[in-house]
Each structure stands twice: as structure tokens, then as C-alpha cells.
Nanobody, 120 residues
Framework: VQLVESGGGLVQPGGSLRLSCAAS????????MTWYRQAPGKERELVAR????????NYADSVKDRFTISRDNAKNTVYLQMNSLKPEDTAVYYC??????????????WGQGTQVTVSS
């Protein structure tokens, strides 16, 4: 099982980035997918969630109307489009898979994270 995030980097305030999380080793369409982030000295927080078929999404208030989560089940990939980035968005971003369909519900997998730094 692997979740591999990519797309992080350094961006100026007001800029955009698109994160990707490529999944392998499990039935992607049986899992809700989420993005979390953790800034230095802070707890990990939920950023966005999308259900297993992509029909429902939820966002933290701090990113609503700026970030968009999407998924492509044919490519086993979930995305996070981040626009109008602010310095307070600086964090390591992680993707997480949660099994919601089939046996052994509730199994969780985490990726290794990708750094996003918003700075001028």
C-alpha cells in the first residue's frame, strides 16, 4: 500500500499550487480521501475530504472558497487545488485514505507528506 504526495513547493502569497496523491495497493474507489496539514508547532488539521465516488466534499472554514479537492478513480489519484495561498497555509500536507466500502471498514492509510511554503 502506498500514498505518494507530490506538487508541493515554495509559492508567493496569492499564488496557486496543485497537490496530487497517487494511491496503489488497495481499491481506491472503496476509500474516502482526505487532505490534512500540519504546521510547525501545531496539531495536524483536516483540510478537505471527498467521498469515495467524488460526489461529496467538505472543507475546513479556513480554506473554503480557495481550495478544491477532486479525485480521478481511473487514475487512483486525489488532488488538492490551492488558490489565493496565504502564509498561514504553510505546512506539510498529507493525504489519508479511509475505507468506507466493503469489509474491514475504517482502515486508514497515510502518505508521507509534501511541504508547502507560502512566502515572499
Amino acid at each position: 500500500v502506498q500514498l505518494v504526495e507530490s506538487g508541493g513547493g515554495l509559492v508567493q502569497p496569492g499564488g496557486s499550487l496543485r497537490l496530487s496523491c497517487a494511491a496503489s495497493g488497495f481499491t481506491f474507489s472503496s476509500y474516502d480521501m482526505t487532505w490534512y496539514r500540519q504546521a510547525p508547532g501545531k496539531e495536524r488539521e483536516l483540510v478537505a475530504r471527498i467521498n469515495n465516488v467524488g460526489g461529496s466534499t467538505n472543507y475546513a472554514d479556513s480554506v473554503k472558497d480557495r481550495f478544491t479537492i477532486s479525485r480521478d478513480n481511473a487514475k487512483n489519484t486525489v488532488y488538492l487545488q490551492m488558490n489565493s495561498l496565504k502564509p498561514e497555509d504553510t505546512a506539510v500536507y498529507y493525504c489519508k485514505a479511509i475505507k468506507v466500502r466493503g469489509g474491514l471498514l475504517g482502515i486508514v492509510y497515510w502518505g508521507q507528506g509534501t511541504q508547502v511554503t507560502v512566502s515572499s
